[in-house]
């Protein structure tokens, strides 16, 4: 469980302000101790107000109260839905551009704005989403240390292996990826020395930049390419900026598998996350398959929500032989998201 | 006799200024329109090549310009952030409101701002660059007219001015 008072200067500085006043009011108005392990707040228009505490869902009352019944749950009205689009923009709805062409905004602190509404489509390809009707809001937090119990699997004396880690959403990649890529930056005392680490932040999530600058803690050896496509920024940032290990989330695409072997020839080690549910299930998605057959990846994390969000399932080597399988009692929890 | 004459001094000195007050208007209506022209020509630059949100546009605007303009463009940013919900176009609205009060402008020129301040942020780029470009327009129409009266009006209420001054002494000295 995180300490109450992190959450508290998340929510204050980092995503009332981005509420319409009512909204923020309202959830203020909740016991902080209750709402210790948000992850994610969900407008929608016409619709309860939702908030997801971990794996559980609650509604908020008009008087600030969390209740399990629909019935009396507040309802987030047009004029919210408007209200929050035009704070969250700066009320320049042109320069949102980019975002409302991905479906998503990243808001100062690193946490991810999803939204939806009615798509216009030009070409083929996605342009614009006008008549935005719902908003999930997903609170990014850092728990330094998170990767700790991971660290002694995906580092010898010299390098850090080649890791992929492998989790649903929700279960805490994100965070773990950027504890793992602060402590590789860092160093371990009387472990390991701290290497370079290029991260691909496509999706400003694990470094959270503002205007370039890391909000998050991700190291004093790492340089950061923020709102960067992966499969491009890997080979930028093995031609600038010379990294040991390179650092992506969420990879997919076909590109990204294309770069991920480019930086392997270059010598460069990886640390790349993705969604799954285990290695068996991967495998079988063909854009990720050459991967497996050429065992690129040294580490492979299994993350799951088996036991509270952030939970390690399993750990493999290069050959799938299982290092560590369902965690001890005492395996710390991870809360996050992503 | 002396009395009479500081009042007739007096008098000639009070439509003076009010002549040289009403000239004003008319020498710096043309450069007020002007330097919101220019104003518009820095925010398309902003908004099409930098893609840069409002708030850090205005304060761009702001900086190193003085006068009535220069405060308009504060005034929009600080009424922006003055509480948690502001649009930005009741921003623009308030912030017009006070500049109407401290410049040269006429009500129609005014009318030219209201207007595009009611679509500014609310629409893609391509909409954007559309108003501004019909914004400039106008205010460049309306420059040119009033370059027009400066000529014609400008030294009419100068001379006005005194003349009435001296008009209203003669015929009650």
Redesign the interface.
């Known amino acids: 469980m995180l300490p109450e008072r992190s959450t508290n200067r998340i929510l204050e500085n980092e995503i009332l302000p981005y509420l319409p006043r009512t909204l923020s009011l309202l959830i203020s108005s909740i016991p902080r101790i209750q709402l210790a392990a948000l992850t994610e707040i969900r407008l929608r228009k016409g619709k309860p107000l939702i908030l997801h505490l971990g794996l559980r869902e609650q509604f908020v009352d008009a008087d600030g109260r969390l209740t399990k019944n629909p019935e009396r749950a507040y309802v987030v009205s047009a004029a919210e839905i408007a209200a929050a689009l035009n704070i969250m923009s700066q009320s320049s709805l042109y320069a949102l551009e980019e975002e409302l062409r991905n479906g998503y905004l990243t808001l100062c602190g690193g946490h991810r704005v999803g939204f939806v509404g009615q798509a216009l489509v030009e070409g083929g390809k996605i342009r614009s989403i006008k008549h935005i009707s719902a908003f999930n809001v997903r609170i990014a937090r850092e728990i330094p240390g998170a990767a700790d119990a991971v660290m002694p699997y995906l580092i010898n004396m010299h390098r850090a292996y080649n890791t992929l880690i492998i989790s649903p959403p929700q279960c805490g990649k994100t965070t773990m990826l950027r504890d793992i890529a602060r402590q590789l930056s860092n160093g371990i005392p009387g472990m390991f020395s701290g290497i370079k680490v290029g991260i691909v932040d496509e999706r400003s999530e694990i470094a959270g930049a503002y205007e370039g600058v890391p909000q998050k803690n991700v190291g004093m050896r790492t340089d950061v390419l923020d709102a960067c496509p992966k499969a491009e920024g890997m080979i930028m940032l093995i031609r600038s900026m010379s990294p040991q290990v390179i650092v992506v989330d969420e990879i997919g695409k076909i590109e990204d598998v294309h770069a991920i072997e480019e930086a392997v020839r270059a010598g460069v080690n990886l640390l790349v996350s993705v969604h799954g549910t285990g290695i068996s299930q991967l495998k079988e998605r063909p854009s990720l398959h050459k991967l497996f057959r050429e065992r690129l990846f040294e580490r492979y994390i299994v993350l799951g929500c088996s036991r509270g969000v952030g939970t390690i399932e399993e750990i493999y080597d290069e050959q799938f032989t299982e290092l560590l399988h369902k965690p001890p009692g005492d395996r710390k929890e991870i809360k996050s998201c992503g | 006799m002396w009395i009479k004459m500081l009042g007739a001094t007096l008098v000639i000195a009070a439509t003076s200024w009010a002549g040289f007050e009403a000239a004003q208007r008319f020498q710096q209506r043309p450069r007020q329109l002007r330097e919101l022209q220019s104003c518009l020509q820095m925010l398309e630059t902003e908004?099409n090549y930098g893609?840069?949100?409002?708030?850090t546009?205005l304060e761009k605007l702001a900086e190193g310009r003085e006068g009535p303009i220069g405060d308009f463009c504060c005034a929009v940013k600080n009424e922006?952030f003055a509480?948690?919900?502001m649009?930005?176009r009741a921003?623009w609205n308030i912030s017009l409101d006070l500049l109407g009060k401290h410049c040269a402008l006429t009500e129609c020129d005014q009318n030219i701002l209201r207007n595009f301040g009611a679509t500014?942020?609310?629409?893609?780029?391509h909409?954007?660059i559309k108003h501004l470009k019909l914004a400039m327009s106008q205010l460049a129409a309306a420059e040119t007219s009033a370059w027009e009266e400066k000529l014609k009006n400008e030294r009419m209420f100068r001379a006005l001015g005194i003349l009435g001054g001296l008009a209203v002494v003669i015929l009650f000295y």
Do not use: E, Y
């Not at chain 2, 500014?120 to 780029?125: A, P, V, W, Y």
């Open positions: 908004i893609l840069t949100p409002l708030p546009a922006l509480h948690q919900g649009t930005m921003a500014l942020g609310m629409s893609d780029r909409d954007q």
